[in-house]
């Protein structure tokens, strides 16, 4: 079931608040062992927030499509009174005394909240495999990592813990766990959705956004939690348009890039095919694909690296004495930072800027482009490396590597599933828009959605 | 190749050098990729750093 199924049995009082809210405490209680999706569940709270949904409901006090759904957000957003760790054993019992603006807006969107999703540490990672709080598994294959960092938002919405869980997305945080867990992911533009009370990872990179089972479950969210917040100097004024999908939406004559450099290069073959294969439904549904030329990627990323090492390691700085607070792979990456001098960061925020405005060239050609999200399924937990055709190459760069650049640009982008490999784990669609054009983005993936039963695939539990 | 001991030393970073030279490898990759697109930027870019000044309101 998704948002807006539930929100519609809702409304026509098939279910209440309180049932969804109940069965998902159950499968939370059912999964949450062997899965660790959830750090802190809310079990008090999110029934008495349901109780106060059904009452505003059978009144007819309509808060939309979120009202009364229950949800999960990462341990990384401010949530007032309760525990916020960010993953990380410095901030074990940080509790705030504010809401994130995003949680503010969920609660006046009427969301129940049911807990607080599981983390890679500090969100600086792309396995979710926590040293303090634990291991996060992929419900697909519980052997294999959900993705990160934020790998429990991922793996509580594919295993229908929560209808959404809401992410960080610094160098891919929701992207790769949404190709992983074969969910939809959404980063929106920088500065569409407030940073406030968001525990930051990154100055400059960090996005918020939702996972979600379905397109327009992204957009209804996307709704509810956009907008211009004055406690976040980076919040953008763009007015927030309209993003939820029309039934049955067109993509006729949408111009779509499929990018023949560097992003179908060193892939696992099946992601390679089922992307090609997505193209080729969009083609189907009148859209018009365009081989397009994109800028120098690995240039893109070697800036995106030097900015989030340097501003990562910056905001870390004052408690990296006591190394042992660290787990092995974020203390490397810290001291990475550490060392780069302050000229690299400088002028990487300078080429970042010659890179926005090369990119930008490429809007007179396309309004998007698809490419794969990470070049392969989710890797085994532990696994350090991965091949890919002839290459071995570092799982973390090889997760990032697709996506990492698209942080620089500040650009929306969505993953959704795009079907399974041939062990039947699910693989990422990557679909990258202009500047504020979440609307054209989730519009190209809802009629894809429409047009396919890729998100409709479900992991087995047992 | 840069003397990254040399470095933490100097800056009195403090980093064993067992994980230094875990991540040696990974800055020298990071010079190599970086270094070269630092030299191409034109002097007039400037950084796409945000600093607003707001103005205070009246008294």
Redesign the interface.
Known sequence: MTILEAAQALRKRDLSSAELTEAALQRVALLNPKLNAIMTVLEESARAQAKAADEELSRGADRGPLHGIPIAVKDVFETRGVRTTCGSVIFMHHVPERDAGVVEKLAAAGAVLVGKAGMHELAYGITSNNPHFGTVHNPWDPDRVPGGSSGGSGAAVASEMVFMAMGSDTGGSIRIPASFCGTVGLKPTSGRVSRYGVMPLDFSLDHMGPLTRSVRDAAVTLEAIAGHDLRDETSSTEPVGSYLPAPGCSIRNVRIGLPQNFYFERLDPDVDMAVRRMAATAESLGAVIIPVRVPDIPALNAVGRVILLAEASALMEKYIGNRDQFGSDVLALLDQGRLLPATDYVNAQRLRRMMQREFAALWSQVDCLFTPTTPMAAPRILEKTVKLGDHTEDVRLAATRLVRGINVLGLPALSMPCGPDRRGLPLGLQIVGRPFDEALVLRVAAALEDATEYHLAKPAEG | MKN?KK??EA?D????ES??E??VP??ET?EA??RP??KT??DE??????F?IIPEPAE
């Open positions: 990254w470095i933490a800056n970073l403090r980093i064993p994980d230094l875990r991540i990974a800055l990071l990729a970086f697109l630092a930027i034109p870019i400037e950084p796409a750093i945000t607003r």
